[in-house]
């Protein structure tokens, strides 16, 4: 069973970066392509961002040019770098495992909570 642990969440004001990160332990990683995706309260949740094990990266509309994500197969993580944040960037942002380009999730962590405001 998969462990997705997510950390470097918190507070940040209209403009300002945050950096995310999603350690994964007891099981297979590299194969995988890695998701991030969010729920913001009374939304439905979002897919973000996602990078396959070949490195290719996707990204929704709203984040491009903003968000990066990246991985470290040799330390099984995933990180999502993410610039110019917005208020509407509020959301609790999730680490994923999957297929694909990382919408079909299989496996969740718990969340880490992004507040942008002034």
């Known amino acids: 069973q998969v462990q997705l642990v997510e950390s470097g969440g918190g507070l940040v004001q209209p403009g300002g970066s945050l950096r995310l990160s999603c350690a994964a332990s007891?099981?297979?990683?590299?194969?995988?392509?890695m998701a991030w995706f969010r729920q913001a309260p009374g939304k439905e949740r979002e897919y973000v961002a996602a990078?396959?094990?070949?490195?290719?990266?996707y990204y929704t509309q709203s984040v491009k040019g903003r968000f990066i994500i990246s991985r470290e197969n040799a330390k099984n993580t995933v990180s999502l770098q993410m610039l110019n944040l917005k208020p509407e960037d509020t959301a609790v942002y999730y680490c994923?495992?999957?297929?694909?380009?990382?919408?079909?999730?299989?496996?969740w962590g718990q969340g880490t909570q992004v507040t942008v405001s002034a």
């Open positions: 994923t495992r999957g297929h694909g380009s990382g919408r079909s999730a299989v496996d």
């Open positions: 990078i396959r094990w070949t490195n290719a990266t």
């Open positions: 007891g099981g297979t990683f590299s194969s995988y392509s």
